[in-house]
Nanobody, 128 residues
Framework: QVQLVESGGGLVQTGVSLRLSCAAS????????MGWFRQAPGKERDFVAA????????YYADSVRGRFTISRDNAKNTVYLQMNSLKPEDTAVYYC?????????????????????WGQGTQVTVSS
């Protein structure tokens, strides 16, 4: 089982960009489907984006589609979340998650219960 460590969070102003990284340990990262989730203060953790193990298919929450891009580099054991045009409502702790269990359905990518490995999270704060 891989271990995940997020980085790249910070305090930024509205409209700027930020790229989050999630580095994975272990030799089986390329078999993991990966996702990004976020949790704002006082709210539940929500789906943000996900990507298949090969990187060929991506999924996005409606709230970030067109602004965020998920990608991965299996040679570097890393998944990224490029966040553009950030808004104050994007403020949250961002978590990456992974699972090696095969599933081709959208629910497996958007449901946090379908992931078995989680990072510790990285804080993103967008000021207005």
């Amino acid at each position: 089982q891989v271990q995940l460590v997020e980085s790249g969070g910070g305090l930024v102003q509205t409209g700027v960009s930020l790229r989050l990284s999630c580095a994975a340990s272990g030799r089986t990262f390329s078999s993991y489907r990966m996702g990004w989730f976020r949790q704002a203060p006082g709210k539940e953790r929500d789906f943000v984006a996900a990507i298949t193990s090969s990187g060929g298919i991506t999924y996005y929450a409606d709230s970030v589609r067109g602004r965020f891009t998920i990608s991965r580099d299996n040679a570097k054991n890393t998944v990224y979340l490029q966040m553009n045009s950030l808004k104050p409502e994007d403020t949250a702790v961002y978590y990456c998650a992974g699972s090696a269990h095969f599933c081709s359905e959208y629910r497996c990518y958007a449901n946090e219960n379908e992931y078995v490995t989680w990072g510790q999270g990285t804080q993103v704060t967008v000021s207005s």
